[in-house]
């Protein structure tokens, strides 16, 4: 009995040390190169979420000589398509105040838009709204949703956001203001709701 206990003593003595060098070399790694860890929101300055409304017109236009919206590929069956599906249609038009090209510009909506439906004239948006005015000089939205333009309220998704709008999440409602069929240029209105901090 004694001997037993005599000879087991060194071996636990030898597992224990082992467990302890693992644990440190364990914690060394994770201090060495820190992957991640939880951080209290104020760390980063935010208080209160708010909510924000943006009101504002966009200005497509697909012709002339200063043309904010250009095609820039299609695919072969792309024009004997009713709906345009394939086109893809990169942008950077111009955001106002109102609904005359020549109010004050507020920003501008660069990205693309792609014609992605086949039953109906579907348009996925993939854009940023990067915005020039004021307190959201330098601070973008991003958007990325579907945008069926002939239905009269379109709502799209704001999927993030940077600047004063970092952690932003919302929607966009698009109704269209005035298209015009012989130029194909369109003015949109858009309402965006958006939590941000
Ligand atoms: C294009 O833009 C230029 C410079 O802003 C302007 O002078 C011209 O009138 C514009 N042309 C058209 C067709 O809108
Ligand atoms: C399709 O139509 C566009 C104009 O709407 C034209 O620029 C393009 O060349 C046409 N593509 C083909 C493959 O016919
Ligand atoms: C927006 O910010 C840019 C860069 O900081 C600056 O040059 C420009 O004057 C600002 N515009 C307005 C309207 O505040
Ligand atoms: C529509 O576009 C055509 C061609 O650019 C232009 O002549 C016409 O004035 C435009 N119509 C309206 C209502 O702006």
Redesign the pocket.
């Known amino acids: 009995m004694a001997k037993t206990l005599q000879n087991s003593i060194p071996i636990f003595l030898i597992i224990s040390l082992t467990v302890i060098l693992f644990l440190i070399s364990l914690t060394t790694a994770q201090n060495e190169y820190q992957f991640s860890k939880t951080l209290p929101p104020k760390r980063l300055g935010l208080k209160k979420e708010k909510l924000s409304h943006l009101h504002f017109y966009f200005h497509d236009i697909v012709s002339g000589k200063n043309a904010t919206a250009v095609r820039v590929a299609a695919a072969a069956s792309t024009n004997s398509s009713v709906t345009g599906f394939g086109f893809v249609v990169m942008i950077d038009d111009p955001l106002t105040v109102g609904p005359d090209p020549t109010s004050k510009q507020v920003g501008s909506a660069q990205g693309i838009y792609a014609s992605a439906s086949q039953a109906e004239v579907g348009l996925l948006m993939v854009q940023n709204y990067v915005f ?3 307190k959201y ?2 601070s973008t939205l991003s958007v990325l949703g579907r945008n069926a333009v002939f239905s009269a309220v379109r709502e799209l998704p704001i999927v993030g956001g940077s600047g004063v709008f970092r952690f932003a999440r919302g929607y966009a409602q698009a109704r269209t203001h005035t298209f015009n069929l012989t130029s194909g240029n369109a003015i949109v209105e858009y309402n965006v709701y958006v939590f941000h901090y």
């Open positions: 020039t005015d004021g000089n330098g």
